[in-house]
T-cell receptor
Framework: EAGVVQSPRYKIIEKKQPVAFWCNPI?????LYWYLQNLGQGPELLIR????????DSQLPKDRFSAERLKGVDSTLKIQPAELGDSAVYLC??????????????FGPGTRLTVL | AQSVTQPDIHITVSEGASLELRCNYS??????LFWYVQSPGQGLQLLLK??????LVQGIKGFEAEFKRSQSSFNLRKPSVHWSDAAEYFC???????????FGAGTRLAVHP
């Protein structure tokens, strides 16, 4: 079974440039999560989707960050414009939520973003 | 406030030695607790979880964890560490109020041959 796929794995950009990350969850998983992991820290939730609906985006900085999951499968997270402080690892995770909130989340390898 | 604390940022053990990684939580009710491992360049992998019942939980790769309500702890243990266990370990708690996982800052484990 294929795991959560993320691309690119690494991205280096200059500040003020846009950047996008892509995530393809495990087949059949209806819940998708984007996390931010700063160096030396644990992941922090940015946004959670149930199918195509963003049910929790309270931690997403909406002035520069946006996300979409148009068909309820793969998802894109965008930053525009990027700032130096956005340098971090962006993790995607998915789970099958059968009506429960606590379901095992499967994580992708992440995208390491460096903003110069 | 709901939080997860991992007091040890970095731990070094010798191969074959026993291991205990500490995790403390702050939560108003019985929490759902998890341990994840993150190897370099890899995503987080679930080692084990505690929802209820037996307070000693067995996981994959020979790991176990014990939930102690009186100490608000969920420490991870392994009787004999292998070099391949070198990685970063994260304790996490599911927050029902916020409907999300709250992670600790992680403990980086180094294993000496």
């Amino acid at each position: 079974e294929a795991g959560v796929v993320q691309s690119p794995r690494y991205k280096i950009i200059e500040k003020k440039q846009p950047v996008a990350f892509w995530c393809n969850p495990i087949s059949g998983h209806n819940t998708l999560y984007w996390y931010l992991q700063n160096l030396g820290q644990g992941p922090e939730l940015l946004i959670r989707y149930e199918n195509e609906e963003a049910v929790d985006d309270s931690q997403l900085p909406k002035d520069r960050f946006s996300a979409e999951r148009l068909k309820g499968v793969d998802s894109t997270l965008k930053i525009q414009p990027a700032e130096l402080g956005d340098s971090a690892v962006y993790l995607c995770a998915s789970s099958f939520s059968g009506g429960r909130l606590v379901d095992e989340q499967f994580f992708g390898p992440g995208t390491r973003l460096t903003v110069l | 406030a709901q939080s997860v604390t991992q007091p040890d940022i970095h731990i070094t053990v010798s191969e074959g030695a026993s291991l205990e990684l500490r995790c403390n939580y702050s939560y108003g009710a019985t929490p759902y607790l998890f341990w994840y491992v993150q190897s370099p360049g890899q995503g987080l992998q679930l080692l084990l979880k505690y929802f209820s019942g037996d307070t000693l939980v067995q996981g994959i790769k020979g790991f176990e964890a014990e939930f102690k309500r009186s100490q608000s702890s969920f420490n991870l243990r392994k009787p004999s560490v292998h070099w391949s266990d070198a990685a970063e370990y994260f304790c996490a708690m599911f927050s029902g109020g916020y409907n999300k996982l709250i992670f600790g800052a992680g403990t980086r484990l180094a294993v000496h041959p």
